[in-house]
Structure formats: C-alpha cells, structure tokens
C-alpha cells in the first residue's frame, strides 16, 4: 500500500471513530460475530494457506491458532458489555460528598503487527481486544508465511469496511511506513530488535505501545518432579511447532542427579511422538535462513539425540543437547527451534542466579512436587508468566493475563486484560453543587490547615 492510501486509510479510520459508532456495545458484538463468522467460513483456505507457508496441520492451525481466536471472540462477546460500564468508586473524605466514576474508553486507530510464526492467532487475538474495547483497527500480519498474510487480508477486508478494520500487507518498508504515522495506540508481536524500532517510531508521537517480544525461557526439572509427566509436557511444549513458539521452554536447568535419567525419556518420548519427516504434523522451519542459524547453533560434541536433517524440506528434527554451560553459544539468545539444550545443576540457588544474570524471560516452567522449589523460582526470578509442573498451557486461560517483563515485552492481552490493553480508564469526579465548604479557598489560615489536615488525616 502506498504512502498516500495509507494517510487516508487512518483519516477515514478517525473520522469513523469520531462518529462514536464503535463505542456501542451493539455495534462491537456484531463486528465480533461478523469476524467469527467470517473466519469459521473461511477455514478451509486457511489451513491451505499455512500449510503452504511451513507445512502447519489442520491440527494444529485449529488449536494453536484458530480455536483461541474464537474461544477470546466468545468471551469479549459475552462480557464486553460488562468490561465496558463505568465503574464507581469509593470517594474519599476530601471529596465528601461527590460520587467516584471510571468510564473505560477506546482509545481511537490503533495498529496491530503480528508475527510469523502463529501468524493467524498473534494477528486477530490483539485485533478482538482492540474492537471489544471499541476501537478502530489496522492490521499488518506478518508477511513471511506469505499465503496466511493474504489469505487473511482477503476475508478481512472482504468482510469490513476499511474505516473500521482493514488488513495492510507488506514486509520492513510498509511498516516502517506504517510506523511513522500517527497511532493512538500500537500493538507489536515480534522480536526484541524491531521491537526497539517500535518503541522508538511511537515515541515520537507519545504513542502507547504494548511490545509482545521474546526471550529465553527456562524449564527447571527437579529430581522430585513427575518425571514422566514433566518429560511428556516438555517434548510436547518445545517440540510443538517445531520450537518456533516464542513461550517454549528454551533450555532446561535439570538436577544433575537426574540428568541421564531425563534425557532419555526424553529421547525415548520423542521417538514415540514420531517427530520424524514422514509425519504431517511435525511443522517445517520457517525459511532457509532460520534453518541455516539453527545448524549452526548445534555444538556437535554436546549432541545427546537428533534425528536425521533434512534441508531441501526445511525438516529439522528435534534435537537433545547434554551438560549445556551458560557460555555455550546455543545459550546466547532465543533458540527458535526443536534444538533442547539442557543444563545441569547441583544448587537451585546458582541456577535462579544464573536465570536472573540474562534478560527477563518471557516464560518459566517449573517441573516438582516440592511447594518451596516452585515458590522459590516464582518468587526471586522476573518472568513474563509460566506455568508449575506444565509448559505453554497458561496461555489458554484468558484469565491469565499474558505478556513479557523487561525485554520480553511490555503490556498484557487476553480475557479481561485485552479490553484493558486497548481502553483508557477515565476517572470522573462528580461533585455536588449543594455544598461548597470555603476551607480549601484563600485567605488561608493556621485554622483551615489543621482542619485540612485533619480531613486528609496525614
Ligand atoms: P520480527 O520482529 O522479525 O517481525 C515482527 C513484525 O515486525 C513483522 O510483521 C515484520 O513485518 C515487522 N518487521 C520486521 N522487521 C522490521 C523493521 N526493521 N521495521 C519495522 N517492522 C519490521 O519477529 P518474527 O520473526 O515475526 O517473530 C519472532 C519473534 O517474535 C521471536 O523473538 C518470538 O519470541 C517473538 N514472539 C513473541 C510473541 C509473544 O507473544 N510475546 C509471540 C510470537 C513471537
């Protein structure tokens, strides 16, 4: 899209805004039903598309993408009437007697940029909060899984009127152009590097920004976990997408006296999970060139288990690397991929030191039956969020709000804090005008300041 048709997409989008249709609650529930509809009629050519792009199953485009768009549908359906209305509030002394008031506002044209690799859920889930909130939307998917981007700009802006929801598709050179207008609000889902180009783009405009980012986050196994269960969550949670899930676990910290135990129920669950070529629900890498970085992350003489590679189709098996150190390369930033390096450690207290030493992760997993290992790792180590004795799975329960700390990201979505993403909470005083003490007004004197005092209580 061009400089110009972008201009007079947001103008169109503000003067859509400014005629206050989308701050009736009417009008947001049909534009959620109308996207519901539209998605659900169109999942066909979406499972087509995705699977073109890297090889995704029906499988898993349904559950790890399109069912939790529609669970976030149905629920900012059945509750954004309520996450709408003002609230009141207790007014305090110095107020008496006034009513307190918190009326949730949309914020106006907001922008969504999604990310590649769960390219349909990271562009709508934002997309539903910002129109439960009674916003006007943008989108600019990812453009690397190139036929999900059009796919889901055709039913979009097939399905709405582009001055309230219109899809804008395009690589680095769009969004850098994107970013230099002027939002009320940008939601970004990316990696840390553009997330700084985006923090900086939205500063010039002092534009609120919630940054989705990444990170490495750890799993902690300890020797009185469920080994079992934690090994069948594990494989699951690392391997599912072939690693490219921005909350796998990225490396594990597992007691030394379990190490080889571990390890090989690892290996052995892998096998039995048939991550292999011929299966169809084992995802490609993304492109050549992350299949390229990933190869070159693996330090052959620390390989545990892999299985066989296989370039022409993008197939990177899943891959166990063994007594892992901090200093290893494969340790320098998020993985990304089906590689699992694993860390043993003989003390909890050097490996919470070691995790608090690296940027704040965007997730951490802790495996035990012990209540004080978990409240240890829950209570000294900044995460974005986790889960004890499960990976991944907090980030189906949109009660749970989700986002990163520190570099992992700013700002949180889902459920209840999706509607808060994308809404100012307004706050009104409502005075009555049947009584206007003079104590607050001059002439001053020692006598108002000790009754004012008095009133504040401090
Ligand atoms: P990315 O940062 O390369 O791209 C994200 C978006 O930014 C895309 O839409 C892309 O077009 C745009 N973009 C890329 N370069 C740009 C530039 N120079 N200027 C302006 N815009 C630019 O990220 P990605 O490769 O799509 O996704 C992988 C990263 O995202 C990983 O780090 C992962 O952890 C993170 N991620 C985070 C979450 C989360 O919810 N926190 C979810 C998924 C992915």
Redesign the pocket.
Known sequence: MEHEQITELIKAQNIFFNTNSTKEIKFRVKQLKQLKTALKSNEEKMYKAIYNDFKKSNFDAFTNELALVYLDIDEAVSKVQKWSKRKRVRTNLLNFPAKSYIYPEPLGTCLV??????PIQ?SFAPVVAAIAAGNTVVL?P???PSETSNIIAEIVNSNFESSFFHVVEG??EV??DL?SMKWDKIFF??????GR?VYQAAAKHLTPVTL???GKSPAFVSKNCNLDVAVNRIVWGKFLNAGQT?IAPDYILVESSIQDEFLQKMKNRILEMDFALKNENYVQIINDANYDRLKGLIDEEKVYFAGDFDPATRYFPPVLMKNVDFSDRIMED?I?GPILPVIPYEDLSWAIHQVKKQPKP?ACYMFSNNSSYKTRIIDEISFGGGAVNDTIMHIANSQLPFG?VGTS?MGSYHGKAGFDTFTHHKSILNKVTWLDPSVKYPPYSPKKLKLIRWIMGV
């Open positions: 940029i999604g990310a590649w690799n769960y990271l600019k990812s453009e690397v690589g680095v969004t850098t970013l889902t990316g990696s840390i590097k553009v180009i989705e980012l990444g921005c998020e990304f965007l990163g990201g």
